[in-house]
């Protein structure tokens, strides 16, 4: 994600959560090309890991893209949808990671 650009990406350690997942990656994108790019690189890097994808959006147009590799889900949002949705602020109690 940094060598797309990625705005303020962040790492959100949910294991103590009820979630069924370990981490949250959350980034802002800059435009929907970026957005685009930034789900592009993240399921190609999956991929390329041999690590499962369990869903991730195909689509265009979207202030949310998601890519759910199963402990690890990827949040990319418009800078407006980041702050609506306030997923850090939702999952205050998680830790961050570096």
């Known amino acids: 994600m940094n060598e797309k650009e990625a705005i303020q990406p962040v790492v959100l350690d949910m294991t103590k959560t009820p979630l069924p ?18 789900r592009d690189a993240i399921v190609e890097f999956f991929v ?6 369990v869903y991730f ?5 979207y202030d949310w893209l998601l890519v759910d590799a199963g402990e690890i889900v990827v949040h990319i949002f ?19 990671l570096d």
């Open 21 to 38: 997942t370990e981490y949250f990656v959350i980034a802002t994108a800059n435009s929907q090309t970026h957005m685009g790019t930034l």
């Open 48 to 53: 390329q890991n041999s690590h499962p994808l």
């Open 57 to 61: 959006d195909k689509g265009i147009g």
């Open 78 to 96: 418009t800078a407006h949808a980041r702050e609506f949705y306030d997923l850090e602020g939702l999952w205050s109690d998680a830790a961050r």
